[in-house]
């Protein structure tokens, strides 16, 4: 079978997750990874430096991947759709330097849609999932608050009947790319609990933009939420918002790791290029061993993560168990990672790693920083671990004295 996506003439549809188990140069993943590789060049990567400077989230970046029919590869297949393409979607806007934008991307894509396609069972919510896969619609996840932050069963923003309606109020704190978007997934508190609620643009007002450290492309803001919807806006019910939530959130995190290990490979192939190219000391640095090796160590480190990403993906795909801990341990690792590897990468351009516009150092370093606190941070990815990390009394028996 053969499928025509605007255009575009696919191959019979393979997993590309199984695929990536098998090596990232499998013909179906090299042909993915081509395919989208020209379209973000093309269409994405030059409103980089614009939207960057005016800290301005491009719809036109959705509107492009969706129109050229990446997002429901995505989402085709099985419960988890294709996470082999998400993953490689992920890592290319990575490896183009993309920051803000691809983290948008990611949002709307992965945290979003998957709360869409996963809970969404009205027509009303089947309309915005299929305007979201399209590119036509921006969707973002809205569940921080001022004093909500890590602790997300404090929730705040009410959910309450008034009449034959809901009404849903509160003022979400951090939400990316809250100004662009057309559709929020509200997490709010209705009498059995937190639910999430699909809120559309008339009852979501931006009220202040964050002039963050770096992500500046990604346009996050301070949301309020007054609106009145009806029963299909409710996509969880009261006391099951915050597991839907950590499913949603389980995507996010594999793609955010898989973005950010693509940033690390552009980072650490410039710096490496940078060592042969630049010459101290009457020799290219590369000849200094202490670079070289620095180099080294942390491209090993970028090999081995995008290996357990692989192969965990993989897993997942072929049926294995979806687990939250093992997203969890890989989104801390490659997060930590990613501040270490962009900040040694800067190191090797000397001054120029610290100057805006002399090299994508120093942006990937400020926008890679909040990789640790963006879709739960450290210590919450290392809680989700520590819960599913049992111990072995008879192994602990054998081998200790007691
Ligand atoms: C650029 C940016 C974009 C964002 N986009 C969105 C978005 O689109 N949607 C959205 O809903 N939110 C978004 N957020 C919010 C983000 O998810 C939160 O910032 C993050 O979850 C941490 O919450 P907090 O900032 O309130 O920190 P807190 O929860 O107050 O935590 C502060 C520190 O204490 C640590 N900590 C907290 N509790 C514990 C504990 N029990 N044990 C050990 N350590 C703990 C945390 O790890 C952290 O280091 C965004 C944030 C930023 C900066």
């Known amino acids: 079978m053969t499928s025509m996506t605007n255009n575009v003439r696919t191959e019979e549809r393979t997993d590309l997750g199984i695929q990536l188990a098998f090596g990232s140069t499998s013909r179906p993943v090299a042909e993915f990874r081509h395919r989208v590789r020209g379209l973000v060049e093309d269409h994405v990567s030059p409103l980089v430096s614009t939207c960057e400077r005016d800290r301005r989230f491009p719809r036109e970046a959705v509107a492009a991947l969706g129109a050229a029919g990446l997002f429901h590869e995505r989402w085709s297949g099985g419960i988890h759709g294709d996470l082999g393409r998400s993953v490689i979607l992920s890592e290319e806007m990575g490896r183009a330097g993309l920051g803000g934008i691809g983290i948008g991307v990611g949002l709307h894509l992965e945290a979003a849609t998957s709360l869409l396609r996963g809970f969404g069972t009205s027509a009303y919510a089947e309309e915005v999932l299929g305007r979201a896969l399209d590119g036509e619609s921006v969707c973002c996840v809205a569940t921080s608050e001022q004093h909500v932050g890590s602790d997300l069963s404090a929730v705040e923003t009410r959910l309450t009947r008034e009449g034959d309606h809901w009404r849903v109020r509160g003022d979400k704190w951090f939400v990316s790319p809250g100004a662009a978007a057309d559709h929020a ?24 933009r964050w002039a963050t450290t770096g992500m500046r492309s990604l346009e996050t803001v301070r949301l309020r939420v007054d609106a009145r919807v009806t029963d299909d806006a409710v996509l969880v019910e009261p006391g099951s918002g915050l597991a839907a939530v950590g499913q949603g959130l389980m995507y996010e995190r594999l793609a955010l790791a898989a973005q950010v290990l693509g940033a690390l490979d552009l980072a650490s192939v410039l710096a ?131």
Do not use: N
């Open 185 to 208: 997934l509200v997490l709010c508190r209705g009498s059995g609990g937190p639910a999430i609620v699909l809120v559309p643009r008339t009852g979501l007002t931006p009220v202040e």
């Open 272 to 402: 490496l290029t940078h060592l042969k190219r630049r010459k101290q000391f009457g020799t290219p640095l590369y000849r200094h061993q202490a670079l070289r090796l620095r180099v080294a160590d942390l491209r090993s480190r970028i090999l081995v993560a995008r290996r357990g990403l692989y192969a965990t993906v993989a897993e997942i795909s072929a049926g294995g168990r979806a687990s939250a801990s093992d997203a969890a341990a890989l989104k801390v690792t490659v997060a930590q990672l990613g501040e270490k590897v962009t900040s040694e990468c800067a190191h090797i351009f000397g001054g120029r790693g610290y100057v805006e516009g002399q090299t994508p150092l120093e942006r990937l370093w400020r926008d890679f920083k909040v990789g640790r606190l963006g879709g739960g941070s450290d210590e919450m990815m290392w809680e989700l671990v520590a819960a599913g990390f049992r111990p072995d009394h008879a192994l602990y028996e054998k081998w200790i004295a007691t």
